[in-house]
């Protein structure tokens, strides 16, 4: 009996600490939400009238933070400039990642759901030059509820590829994510 009783203390003495963590994680997210003026883009961000390119990509070797089924499939979209591909959104069964460029040069994503009407996260992209002096690039990810205020915080650090990058990790982390959203990027950075 004596055991039992230890053992309940212990398991309350958690469920405090663990919701005093979420609490604490909550308001974190809500000073984020003011510093950081969300939500970052506008539909400006992502606006373009003329000829698409779109291709339907399999990709086998399965990128390090995706969850769902092998192989992975979405449709990709670009701009027919020869010799480049500005990529303006993935789309996936459930979602669309939409993709916000100062000229050839990304600077942030949104994702949405198919139709455009739910704004699901965000991401802003920082640039850098590592220690050895090669291209860094630094994600920062905020992931919103039903309620469309931020559930999710957390920067990332994109692995840089030829055609795609794939997200290698994450820090930084505040609150649950209920999906994973910038896995994947365009390439050739």
């Known amino acids: 009996m004596k055991y039992l009783t230890l053992l309940v203390v212990f398991l309350a003495a958690l469920a405090v600490s663990s919701c005093s963590q979420q609490a604490a994680d909550q308001a974190k997210l809500r000073e984020i939400e003011a510093k950081k003026n969300l939500p ?3 539909g400006g961000d992502f606006d373009y009238r003329g000829t698409v390119l779109v291709y339907n990509v399999v990709i086998n070797q399965k990128p390090p933070y995706y969850r769902g089924k092998m192989p992975l499939n979405f449709k990709q979209s670009q701009l027919p400039i020869p010799n ?3 990529v303006l959104d993935y789309e996936f069964n459930d979602c669309v990642v939409m993709f916000a460029r100062n000229g050839p040069i990304y600077k942030g994503a949104c994702a949405t759901n198919k139709t455009g009407t739910k704004l699901l996260a965000e ?3 920082k640039y850098f030059i590592t220690k050895d002096k090669s291209q860094g690039i630094e994600v920062e990810e905020f992931h919103y509820g039903q309620d469309g205020y931020l559930i999710f915080y957390c920067k990332s650090q994109l692995k ?5 990058m794939y997200k290698r990790s994450e820090s930084e982390r505040l609150g649950k994510k209920n999906k994973e959203y910038f896995f994947i990027w365009p390439g050739g950075f």
Do not use: D, F, N, Q
């Open 160 to 164: 840089p590829m030829t055609m795609y």
């Open 40 to 42: 970052l883009w506008s």
């Open 84 to 86: 480049t591909a500005i």
């Open 123 to 125: 991401a802003k992209l």
